[in-house]
């Protein structure tokens, strides 16, 4: 938590005097100063067939050298300062961040600027960063990591087609024929001072803002051509993607697009809705409620309106994600191979029923109570609250907190209800299922045959009441494809 009273409680979106770039500043009097350089360009802006230029070129600005400076002395000049530059590239934005304390901001400064204005562009450099986002999609992502490997799998079906259809890093092949001048087209493309917003909190000196806008003014003037996204196809029953790998466990993800992001009328009802159904790491969402707590079938059931990676590792989503499109996502946890339809009937059952009963003004209430506290969680740190202003910047809404908390304050039961039912559907949805033996799933999938499930312990009598209404819910099946773990990135 931060130890100091805010000076300016508000984010200023102003562009530096006789300059294009925007600046978000959040000045107070703390001693530590947060940067965030944010670009909105990103993933979806890879030239086609070169499918992760955007996330190499971050790469090789935040881990390469500078024309002075070699990576590894960087790290020794920032070791001391207990300082780093961190890059997150998504489809739409790229974020370079760190903090500092005030008496290091100089010399922290002027390496950030180097690395993001001077890049060395060393051969070695590249190599090594590009072997490491092959081995992070091809061994750490397609290989180690099961529950990321589902939902991001998730997304390339639905946006198939699409500059959102293929993953952050990049395509595998694309990756591999990149080249050094790829990634320098790239940056002059895409690091431009017009989709450029310099993002300040901390207890900087006057004139501080000014001088980065400045110094940011050496990048080519304009922005890029804005990404066209057509809107996603809308898949008919179920269309189910399982994924062969061998592991003990069967996972799943269930999701369809959406036509809500922030700044939507119905954004703050969709999220109240989702934050009932499936809030991430809530052990009393709907969801945890009825497949982990009362049943026991595996560690957690989330729900979500926005893209949400790495999951696993986090207790809270990260800033800087913003999209201007995004799905709905049910992401089921590991089950038992021989829970594991009954773990996906259970899931669509419970989503049909939040679709056509909507939820309780009991749950309403204890929600949107719930809600107007975590909001402050997520901007509890200096960093966390210039990410989420930079957010509101790009979908153009008022700062975040108050923007959650007047759209809640705005709402009843009636209008969240009525959101889910003009937004969310039971029907018509991508499923992926990653499962040792896929053609045994497959085949329950297409036979209709009921399910079961298997307890430890033998549940009271109205949950296994329920079991007998869940294990027969129609499944509509559209389509059925089994996938190699090992050319999903291919």
Do not use: C
Not at 262 to 277: M, V
Not at 287 to 297: A, D, F, P, T, V
Request: net charge negative; aromatic share 10%; no cysteine.
């Amino acid at each position: 938590m931060r130890r100091f009273i805010p000076l300016v409680i508000a984010a200023f979106l102003t562009a530096a005097p006789g300059l294009a770039i925007e600046t978000v500043e959040l000045q107070n009097d703390s001693p530590l100063v947060s940067i965030r350089i944010l670009f909105r360009t990103g993933a979806a802006s890879d030239p086609e067939g070169k499918e992760g230029a955007a996330a190499l070129t971050a790469a090789m600005l935040s881990r390469g050298g500078t024309q002075d400076v070699a990576y590894d002395e960087i790290v020794e000049r920032l070791f001391p300062m207990a300082a780093s530059v961190s890059a997150q590239t998504d489809m739409e934005t790229i974020v370079f961040h760190g903090t500092t304390h005030i008496e290091n901001l100089e010399e922290y400064y002027s390496t950030l600027r180097a690395m993001l204005l001077e890049p060395g562009w060393r051969e070695d450099d590249f190599r090594r960063l590009k072997d490491e986002a092959l081995n992070f999609l091809r061994v750490e992502l397609s290989s180690n990591n099961e529950e990321e490997l589902g939902k991001e799998l998730l997304y390339l079906k639905i946006y198939e087609g699409s500059p959102y259809g293929h993953h952050s890093i990049g395509r595998a092949p694309a990756l591999e024929a990149l080249t050094l001048d790829d990634v320098k087209a790239f940056y002059a493309a895409n690091y431009r001072q017009g989709n450029l917003v310099i993002g300040l909190a901390g207890g900087y000196p006057d004139g501080f803002a000014e001088r980065v806008a400045q110094d940011f003014a050496a990048l080519a003037e304009g922005s890029p051509a804005a990404v066209e996204l057509a809107a996603p196809t809308r898949t008919e029953k179920l269309r189910v993607h399982i994924i062969e790998k061998d592991t003990r466990s069967t996972l799943i993800s269930i999701g369809f697009p959406i036509d809500v992001v922030r700044g939507h009328p119905d954004w703050p009802a969709l999220k109240l809705a989702q934050s009932y159904f499936g809030q991430h790491r809530s052990s009393k969402s709907h969801l945890y409620q009825r497949i982990r707590e009362i049943r026991g079938m595996n560690y957690g059931d989330y729900a979500y309106i926005e893209y949400f990676p790495r999951g696993m590792y986090l207790t809270e989503p990260q800033p800087n994600l913003a999209r201007r499109q995004q799905i709905f996502q049910i992401w089921i946890r590991p089950v038992p191979p021989e829970n594991g339809m009954f773990a996906l009937r259970i899931a669509l059952y419970e989503l049909n029923k939040l679709v056509r009963e909507g939820i309780s003004g009991e749950d309403f209430e204890s929600t949107r109570r719930f809600l107007k506290k975590f909001v402050n969680l997520l901007t509890q740190t200096q960093d966390g609250e210039l990410g989420y202003a930079l957010d509101s910047q790009f979908y153009e809404t008022p700062a975040f907190n108050g923007y959650i908390k007047d759209g809640l304050d705005a709402l009843d039961v009636e209008k969240v209800n009525a959101a889910i039912a003009k937004h969310l559907r039971a029907s018509d949805l991508d499923v992926v299922v990653i499962t040792k033996d896929a053609a045994g799933f497959r085949r329950a999938l297409l036979s209709g045959a009921p399910s079961t499930i298997q307890y430890a312990s033998t549940p009271p009598e109205q949950i296994l009441a329920e079991d007998k209404i869940i294990g027969p819910y129609p499944l509509e099946i559209g389509s059925v494809e089994i996938i190699p773990a090992d050319t999903i990135f291919e």
